[in-house]
C-alpha cells in the first residue's frame, strides 16, 4: 500500500492530536510530572504536519484560500479571548487539511487508536500505575478507572460504538443496530 506525504503527515499529526487529548484526560498527568510539557510540543509538530499535508497536496484552491483569509483573523480573535489557542488553531488546521484525506481511513485510525489506548489505560490502573479513585455520592460510589472523570471511558466507548457503525455499516446486519 502506498502512501503519499501529505496523507501521512495527516495521519501522524492526526495521531498525536488524539494522543495529546486522550492523555491530557487520563491520570497520566498526575502520576507523570513532566508530561504535561512534552505535551505541548506535540502541538506544534502537528501543526508542522499540517500545514505540509497542506501545502504538499497540490490541490489548494482559491476557496481554501479565501477561507483561511477570512477565519484567521476571527480565530485569532476567539482564540485570545478564550485562552484556547492551541486547541481551536488545531481544529482550524485539520478542518482545511482534512478534504484531501479518506474519511473511513481517518475513522478506522481514530478507532484503532481509542481501543489501544484504552487497552494502556486499563492495563496501567490494574497494575497500579495509575491510582484507584472514588467518588461516594450518596449510595453510588463512582469510579474514575484511570481518567479524569468517571464518565470519559463511557464517552470513549461511545465514540467507537459510533465511528464502528459508521465504518462497517455494509457489514452489520440492521436487525443489529
Known amino acids: 500500500m502506498k502512501v503519499k506525504v501529505p496523507d501521512f503527515s495527516f495521519y501522524l499529526a492526526y495521531l498525536l492530536i488524539l494522543f495529546n487529548g486522550f492523555i491530557s484526560n487520563t491520570d497520566f498527568v498526575k502520576v507523570i510530572p513532566g508530561i504535561l510539557g512534552f505535551l505541548t510540543p506535540i502541538y506544534f509538530i502537528s ?3 499540517l500545514a505540509l499535508a497542506f501545502f504538499f497536496n497540490g490541490k489548494i484552491s482559491s476557496y481554501k484560500i479565501v477561507a483561511i483569509i477570512i477565519f484567521l483573523p476571527i480565530l485569532s480573535l476567539v482564540s485570545l479571548k478564550s ?33 489501544i489506548m484504552m487497552f494502556a489505560v486499563a ?14 455520592r450518596g449510595t453510588t460510589v463512582r469510579y474514575f478507572l484511570g481518567y479524569d472523570y468517571t464518565s470519559f471511558f463511557l464517552n470513549y466507548l461511545f465514540h467507537l460504538i459510533c465511528i464502528g457503525i459508521f465504518v462497517f455499516r455494509d457489514k452489520i446486519p440492521y436487525l443489529v443496530i
Open 47 to 49: 501543526w508542522l504536519l
Open 83 to 115: 485562552g484556547h489557542f492551541q486547541a481551536l488553531f488545531t481544529l482550524f488546521l485539520l478542518i482545511i487539511t482534512v478534504s484531501n484525506v479518506n474519511l473511513n481511513s481517518v475513522f478506522k485510525l481514530h478507532c484503532y487508536f481509542l481501543v
Open 123 to 136: 492495563v496501567s490502573f490494574k497494575l497500579g500505575i495509575l491510582p484507584q479513585r472514588l467518588v461516594f
